[in-house]
Structure formats: C-alpha cells, structure tokens
C-alpha cells in the first residue's frame, strides 16, 4: 500500500496538507511546525494507548519527508503522486530516530510544557474548530484527532465549538448539536478502557505518575537502541546531507 493510501485509511485523507492540517501554499516553517504537531500527538511514547500510534507516526514521518524535500513535494503539487522507490521512501528507516534528528533539543519536559501552553490557547481554539468543520461534527472523530486530548478535556472542547457555532462563526452540524447519549457513553466507554489499558500497562513497567512514566517509558525504549543511535544519526547525516537527484519509480496517485 502507498503513502497516499495509507494516509486514507489512518488519517482518513489522503491529501498530505490536509493530515497536517495546512494548506497547499503553506511555507517550509509552517509544514515543518505543522509535522511537529501532529506527529506529537501520535508519537509511540506519548500515545501507548493507541495500537496504530506507531503506524501513523512512521506515515506521518513519510510524509514529511516528501513535503519537505522540494522536487518531491513539485511533484505531488503538479501531478498529485509520490515516489514510493525515493530514497526518502523506500529505504527501512527508523522514524522516530528521524524525528529526534529533526528535533535534536526535544526533551519529555518540553513536550509536557507545550501541552500545558497549547491547552486553552487560541491555536488549540483554532484547531478544534478546524477539525468540527472538517468532520462535520464527529466528535468521535475530533477527539481522537485533537491534539492532547484526553476524555476530561471533552467537555472543553464541546463548550469552544457550541461558543463557536452560538456566535455563527461556523454553521450547526447535527452530528454535533444531536448526538445520542448512547454515542456518548460508548465513547466514554472506550476512553476509559484505553486508559484502564495504559494503566495497567504503567504497572507493569513499574512506571509512578503521569510525568515520570512518560521519561521512564521514552528511556526504557532508548536503552534497547542506545548502542545503534549514534552510528544511525551519522550514517543517516552522511547519507541525505547532499541533496538527491531526481528518482524515477513507482508512482503513488492520489
């Protein structure tokens, strides 16, 4: 299966700007911020509860790769392909050891302080009612694609969309405005099975609260590929600090 249709069956498009949530005239600093976003949301050490967590955030790193590579992404703009057989694509590449070479400075406490600055800021107001525009009012599928999200946060999350629709910022859709309270409790359902599931999960590791099972899991993951990141990073450096040439493949279509 290609990148495009991958991205369909876990983002439920398969418009790379659309995963991301931008549009196709975003800049390189936008499509890069943008990547550090969504990619957060799903990475395996702060989504253990979600089965597809490692799945999509190995899409979303392809992604990135083509969206930031320039003849890559002319390519996708004008044809709406993508080169499965590029280097960027076709190679076994570790994703989360390109994400950290991506991001070099990030630390568990920079993750958890971007959580507590985005909540209740207007680029989380922004992007939740993006989301209720793009889904209709699915709020199955707004909380699962909002970022730091949680099943307390859902109540919050309800009361910026009705703000929104109260004030006609955005129309009414009865997805939203008449769900049953038989979706609602399923959805609460299944939160709280997912986070009975990561709790056991957290005994098992040994691991306390929430902040110090978040540094004991990433070093736990670390420790068994310590050895081989080092050489990874410089192997990888070595490899993609020249800029490629055009590759001809395989074509994904949208």
Known sequence: MGLLERCEELFKSSNLYEVLGINKEASEKEIRRSYYKVSLKVHPDRAPEDPLATEKFQVLGKLYAVLSDTEQRSVYDEQGVVDEESDALSQDRCWEDYWRLLFPKITVQDILEFENKYKGSDEERKDVIQLYVQHQGNMDVI????????????????????????????????????????????????????????????????????????????????????????????????????????????????
């Open 143 to 254: 909380t699962a694609s909002a970022m730091c999200c949680s099943q307390e946060d859902e109540p919050r999350l309800c009361g910026i969309i009705q703000a929104a629709i109260d004030s006609e910022e955005v129309q009414s859709f009865p997805a939203f405005t008449k769900e049953s309270d038989k979706k609602k409790k399923a959805r609460r359902k299944r939160a709280n099975k997912e986070r009975q599931e990561a709790e056991e999960m957290q005994k098992e590791m040994g691991l306390g609260d929430e902040d110090d099972s978040l540094v004991m899991m990433l070093q736990q993951k670390q420790k068994s590929r310590e050895q081989n990141f080092n050489s990874f990073l410089s192997d990888l450096e070595t490899k993609y600090s020249k800029k490629s040439g055009p590759q001809k493949g395989k074509k994904s279509k949208k």
